[in-house]
């Protein structure tokens, strides 16, 4: 490697930053979404870095379906002190408790759905133009298909077939009054850059990504983990068992994964040597082939 | 330590073209196989999805084919981008479908591609489609080209074949501006020369596409000469510990910037120094293309998003009037005299499509000079006539300097990407 050439995660993040600026420059009112998981933690990261020494001239935004692992929570709030940043809460309950959303039910009954409700009737009331998701296209096939700047509609709906063609740097954010932006800075990382980068960065996480001891069941190939949120079918029992979460989403939907990594590096090693794809464990992705597609083109993350 | 070596990896750029049944799916399958980097459950779905719908073999372009749309009709709508490392490098595809607004959609994936492989069926050879792939691979000025001539199983491995190709390739290239251009040949279907060197083909001494692809040299790929800097953000805290703090940010989109630099700043030509490079780890003496820094001043000027801080002695070209080569992407045909929004690095400006020069007729690279209309995917040179200057660099010598987009001011849309002659 030649003196002035960026390795591949220093080229990746200075390609998020840019992006980040752009929303910061071309959007009047832009938000962050942060669900918590690790995509959004980094992303924090790389919003403080682009407006060092200011504050990150936007808020954060969470949608809390009332579903969260208690950890998320903790961490979440220590890290909105640690930066100064504003903090906005969506609730799925409020949704729920006015009658906007209607809670599903059975028991594979997830809130994954209808906080889609909830969040655009969050950028609705706040009057967000842009929001910033973690969202990366090595995750999901739809998501390979989705722009760093992408459009909504005044529903918040994604059309998919007619999406603004995206070349160079120049980013089109361009719209008519009432439509938004779903930016996504991270779409051209893996999730081992992902990885990489806290390594390099030093990132703190949540212990959730780390190995620990945890009452799991097994249903349809997805460890779910024990909460007030599931429970049992006929035949089906708790079990303690050594795991941890490759991805973090509603307590009722994220898959655990039998893991004795306890260090980012051994994250690393496990990611590399992995055969399964982290959306592997999300009971919400195997609802049918395009139910990504389905979810997004509503105005799901 | 094993993570270390992951770290301190390149990242390589690349996209694919080829012509309906060139074989493109199967090559990326199998890159991205040999690589291991399609998981279990991708491969179980996909396997899953060709039975259901009575494939007699596995599909792989349903690994990417992920819009519903797509999968109905079994065509490939949109670019796709796909991610594989190897121990050396780290590469990103944006695969552009075969057919389906060929032209808008390869300009696409192109615009941020060092490498673009180009299919040819070798029972085939070069038709139509290859040379409007390697007309717009040169006009989008990528660096590298690979041409694989793949299918060789099917012709006996013969090197006479191989050949004839090749200079049939070379001969249209001619013409072309194009900086370096390989061929290998290959069976994308059982492996041959992709990640391990062929025993059918002892004749060709040629190295594999894995190895070109872990190897070739992108290094000198960017303009590390012409110092641009587009601003594209002010940064001012505006809290007590940093009452003084005004930082430019933006990405480097050209050269090296020096804390000490005498710089120019437009459009106003102020001179002054840089003071500061505030980057995502720290100050530092120095910064590049392709970083995103914060330039500090030392004289206090008004510089805001859509200026441009330069080298005193090496300035870009500013004009309201330039030529450009335009791909049109929009369905509604280009308004001749119609007025659009232009977004060049960091600035926006309004302008008219002055004058019209002609058409190309990609088949041919012939001039068209009495066309009817520009429509979408065709490629014109036409005259923009801005309301303000912009800071330029032709595109062959920068391509974040020399690109701009063209917006419909009515529906917003992003209608024309150019190339600033």
């Known amino acids: 490697m030649s003196f002035y050439n960026l390795n591949h995660i220093r080229e990746l993040e200075a390609e998020s930053i840019f992006v980040i600026r752009e929303v910061a420059a071309q959007f009047e009112n832009p938000a962050l979404l942060f669900s918590g998981g690790k995509d959004s933690i980094v992303m924090t990261h790389l919003a403080v870095k682009s407006f060092y020494p200011a504050k990150i001239p936007f808020p954060l935004l969470h949608i809390d379906t009332g579903h969260n692992f208690p950890e998320t929570l903790k961490f979440r709030d220590s890290l909105i002190e640690r930066i100064g940043a504003r903090l906005i809460v969506g609730s799925v309950q409020e949704s729920i408790d006015k009658g906007r959303a209607v809670e599903e039910i059975g028991h594979n009954a997830s809130r994954n759905a209808i906080q889609t409700i909830t969040l655009l009737d969050t950028i609705e009331q706040y009057g967000f133009d842009a929001a910033i998701g973690g969202g990366r296209r090595d995750e999901e096939k739809a998501r390979a298909k989705e722009r760093f700047f992408s459009h909504r509609d005044s529903f918040g709906q994604w059309d998919p077939k007619n999406q603004r063609p995206e070349l160079w740097k120049l980013f089109n954010g361009r719209k008519a009054q009432g439509e938004h932006f779903r930016v996504f800075p991270l779409s051209n990382w893996t999730e081992m850059d992902i990885w990489q980068y806290v390594l390099l960065e030093q990132i703190k996480m949540p212990s959730l990504y780390f190995s620990h001891s945890r009452e799991c069941v097994k249903r349809s190939g997805v460890l779910l983990a024990k909460s007030d949120y599931i429970s049992l079918m006929d035949g089906e029992k708790w079990e303690k068992m050594q795991v941890r979460f490759r991805t973090i989403g509603d307590m009722s939907c994220t898959g655990a994964t039998i893991s004795d990594a306890s260090t980012i590096e051994q994250i690393i090693e496990e990611v590399a040597a992995s055969r399964y794809t982290e959306r592997g464990t999300r009971a919400d992705d195997k609802r049918s082939e395009t139910s990504m597609e389905d979810r997004k083109r509503e105005g799901y993350f | 330590m094993k993570e270390n070596a992951y770290l301190n990896m390149e990242l390589l750029r690349f996209t694919t073209a080829g012509s309906v049944d060139d074989g493109k799916s199967t090559l990326i399958g199998r890159l991205l196989y040999d690589s291991k980097s399609i998981f279990e459950d991708q491969m179980e779905s996909v396997k899953k999805s060709s039975l259901n719908r009575g494939y007699d073999k596995i599909n792989l372009a349903l690994l990417t084919d992920g819009l519903r749309a797509e999968r109905d009709q079994g065509i490939t709508i949109d670019v796709a981008y796909r991610y594989f490392a190897t121990p050396k490098r780290k590469f990103i595809i944006a695969d552009t479908p075969g057919h389906f607004q ?62 004839k190709i090749k200079r049939e390739v070379q001969v249209f290239s001619s013409k072309l501006n194009i900086q370096d251009m390989q061929f290998i040949p290959i069976s994308a279907l059982h492996g041959d020369n992709v990640v391990d060197n062929s025993d059918n083909m002892p004749w060709y001494k040629g190295t594999t596409l894995m190895y070109l692809l872990e190897t070739i040299h992108i290094g000198s790929d960017l303009n590390l000469v012409d110092s641009r800097f587009p601003v594209q953000y002010v940064i001012r805290p505006q809290s007590e510990k940093y009452q003084d703090y005004r930082g430019y940010s933006g990405s480097i989109a050209g050269g090296i910037f020096r804390a000490g630099d005498k710089v120019m700043v437009l459009p106003s030509k102020q001179i002054t120094q840089i003071k500061a490079i505030d980057t995502p780890i720290g100050s530092t003496k120095e910064a590049y293309t392709p970083m995103s820094v914060t330039l500090r001043l030392e004289d206090e000027l008004d510089v805001s998003r859509g200026d441009m801080i330069v080298r005193e002695n090496n300035i870009p070209e500013i004009s309201q009037e330039i030529d450009v080569m335009i791909c049109w992407m929009s369905n509604d045909y280009m308004k001749p005299n119609g007025r659009y929004i232009l977004k060049h690095t960091t600035r926006e400006a309004k302008c008219i499509i002055k004058e019209i020069y002609y058409k190309i007729d990609i088949n041919t690279l012939r001039r068209i000079e009495d066309f009817e209309s520009i429509g979408a995917n065709d490629i014109s040179k036409v005259c923009l006539k801005i309301t303000q200057p912009i800071f330029f660099d032709k595109y062959r010598l920068n391509r974040i300097t020399g690109s701009l987009i063209l917006i419909d001011e009515a529906t917003n849309n992003t209608v024309g990407a150019g190339m600033i002659l």
């Open chain 2, 102 to 163: 060929y032209t808008r959609n390869m300009v696409t994936g192109a615009s941020s591609a060092n490498l673009a492989i180009i299919l040819i069926d070798s029972r085939k050879g070069m038709v139509e489609q290859t040379k409007r792939h390697i007309f717009l691979a040169s006009l989008l000025g990528i660096p590298h080209l690979v041409i694989c001539i793949n299918k060789m199983d099917l012709v006996d491995f013969s090197q006479d074949i191989f050949e």
